[in-house]
């Protein structure tokens, strides 16, 4: 839905040029799919797929991402490296994202993953993206217990085999969360100005749950700053440490056991 990468697929001179038929990127498409802005991006884009494909029958398992055996073995590797054992209970929070307005409050971050040490006898692992070593260490530096850090060290493919081996990752609407998701691991996902019906998790609902405070400007889809100049953005600001904790424990009730490496 964004008109500068239609206008990309043109100027680059692609013959076939497919997208939805938003009313700035219809100009610069030859095939455009019927758009709907309350359908879930992940269909979405499987429509193109299958527009691409000349099949409108085809199934696609949109829900998985499979690593290389040697991601894995990294993965293990690393966890390895930070004294984290095999069995243990891994929780992985991810307090980034490309939107101002979708961050939460790292004090509350820290308190959570305190919580979730102390009440579950998890290992917490902070993760962040390049570029988010700061935030990371403003988590880690407010937490009263120790965690382990990971930023910017892996690849899309190593961070999915690390993900994989978590009882419940939690985090903000982001892209490591959906990473997340691809690979089988519970989810927590924090939504202030991100809708979820067209950006939630795209998986099994009763392993990957969404959180928000319901504001009534929610969800206005501006990441970039609150419109109402909150800040932090109120809709993030309205979640509660508790009630995190609360939705936490219940999805590590339900998590599978991580992987064995032995």
């Known amino acids: 839905d964004h008109w500068w990468g239609a206008a990309l697929a043109l100027l680059a001179g692609r013959p076939r040029r497919i997208g939805h038929a938003v009313l700035e990127c219809r100009p610069f498409l030859n095939t455009a799919l019927p758009w709907d802005p309350r359908r ?29 055996p040697g991601d894995h073995v990294w993965a293990a590797e690393w966890l390895a490296q930070q004294g ?14 490309g939107g101002a307005s979708k961050l939460w409050l790292v004090e509350r971050w820290a308190a959570v993953a305190d919580a979730l040490i102390g009440q579950f006898g998890v290992r917490v692992l902070l993760t962040g993206g390049p570029g988010e070593a700061d935030l990371v260490a403003a988590v880690s530096e407010r937490m009263q217990r120790p965690a382990a850090r990971m930023v ?11 993900l994989a081996r978590a009882a419940l990752v ?16 519970p989810s927590l996902h924090l939504f202030g100005p991100s809708d979820p019906q067209r950006f939630g998790p795209w998986g099994d609902l009763a392993r990957h749950r969404v959180l ?3 504001l009534w400007c929610a969800p206005c ?5 609150c419109p109402r100049l909150t800040d932090p953005a109120e809709c ?18 339900i998590a599978e056991k991580p992987i064995d490496d032995s």
């Open 170 to 185: 939690i985090g903000v609407d982001s892209g490591p969360l959906h990473i997340a998701v691809s690979q089988g691991a």
């Open 236 to 253: 993030m600001e309205r979640i509660m440490v508790a009630a995190v904790v609360e939705a936490a424990g219940r999805l590590l009730d």
């Open 152 to 162: 910017g060290a892996a690849r899309v493919p190593q961070l999915a085999a690390l």
């Open 84 to 97: 984290i054992d095999p069995g243990a209970r891994i929780v992985a929070i991810h307090p980034g994202t």
């Open 221 to 225: 889809g501006v990441f970039s700053a």
């Open 212 to 214: 928000s405070a319901d």
């Open 40 to 68: 879930h991006v992940s269909a979405q884009s499987l429509d193109a797929v299958a527009a691409l494909s000349n099949d409108t029958d085809a199934s696609y398992d949109a829900t998985r991402f499979e690593p290389e």
